[in-house]
């Protein structure tokens, strides 16, 4: 599959996993939260395995690919959504969003140090552009960072342990497919995420007990479309285009959250916002590399135009010249 078309995937994933977040606003409010994502992940992970298994494409893991899973699933899953959810209630929408734009650049600087991709001048300047972005997006409305919380510290361990498992996957896809991964990860997460709910939330499991059917409807779109669906492309695409050039990404999720609050929650886009998606849209693509692929492809067909032969109009090469020039 050619870089582009993994872009346009992704692309397509950002908007999903946008909306999705309308859709868990919704979900929190009618279910107990930890315990609800817990079984929203696990039932996103049989799923996976469902499609997987229908491509025969399940099977068991090596003992170094389950520890690769097991810690991913625990970074992944587990801390991220923890740590993230105990965060935001103690933190500011802004101060939070900001650090949530982090995550492509601690995910760019982890795969440097450990998986060896090098920094580009023109990458550095989409993942600040991505951040800028994302700036314009979260800060608007509000007076500004109000000063690192508890909060703040709970959210960035949430984005340093997901930027982690990213590293994490990129190694583990070399010998499994990433799809699977995704599944085994999303199941061991949900484990984990069950227990601490059972402790954190005594009466989690009565509370989805009394969700209708149109709430069971947006879980289980949540759980099958955007988190088991969404993360097996996402997956895929890091191990095709690798960590860094993924999450840049993830960049994109902010502005399709806020147009999914917008058409199902009647919240209003503001200009700050569209300033916002258009740094964003910048930064993904220089950021993901984008920009220098179309640009090396480009100084390349300009040399192979320039060395091609050229032949007079109606003027037909003989068979040694042909076999001269290839």
């Known amino acids: 599959m050619s870089k582009y078309r993994v872009y346009l995937i992704l692309f397509c994933t950002m908007i999903v996993w946008g909306f999705n977040v309308t859709a868990v606003k919704v979900l929190v409010t009618n279910f107990m939260p930890v315990t609800m994502t817990a079984f929203r992940i696990f039932a996103a992970g049989v799923s996976v395995f469902i499609i997987l298994f229908c491509f025969k494409k399940v099977r068991m893991l090596t003992k170094t690919e389950f520890r690769y899973i097991f810690f991913g699933g625990l970074l992944n899953v587990v801390a991220h959504h923890y740590f993230l959810s105990v965060g935001l209630t103690k933190t500011s929408a802004s101060n939070g969003g900001l ?33 800028t972005g994302v700036s314009f997006i979260v800060l608007k409305g509000n007076s500004g960072i109000n000063g690192i919380s508890m909060g703040d510290v709970n959210v960035f361990v949430s984005v340093f342990a997901q930027a982690i498992s990213f590293i994490l996957i990129r190694k583990a896809s070399s010998t499994l497919d990433p799809r699977l991964m995704t599944g085994y990860m999303l199941v061991i997460g949900s484990v984990f995420l069950f227990i601490l709910g059972l402790f954190l939330e005594p009466g989690g499991i009565k509370s989805m007990a009394h969700g209708s059917i149109g709430m069971w409807v947006i879980f289980f779109a949540s759980a099958i479309i955007a988190t088991a669906i969404g993360h097996m492309i996402y997956n895929q695409a890091i191990g095709n285009v690798g960590a860094a050039e993924s999450a840049i990404f993830l960049n994109l999720s902010p502005f399709f959250s806020l147009v999914g609050a917008a058409i199902f929650l009647g919240e209003r886009i503001v200009m700050e916002q569209i300033l916002g998606f258009i740094f964003i849209l910048f930064g993904v693509l220089l950021g993901s590399g984008a920009f220098e692929e179309m640009r090396s492809n480009i100084k390349q067909k300009r040399a192979i135009n320039l060395t091609k032969p050229s032949w007079p109009i109606g003027h037909k090469p003989c068979r040694e010249n042909e076999r001269k020039h290839g």
């Open 99 to 131: 650090i949530l734009g982090m995550g492509p650049l601690l995910t760019a600087i982890l795969a440097a140090l450990f998986l060896g991709n090098r920094f580009s001048v023109m990458r550095v300047i989409g993942i600040l552009l991505g951040i």
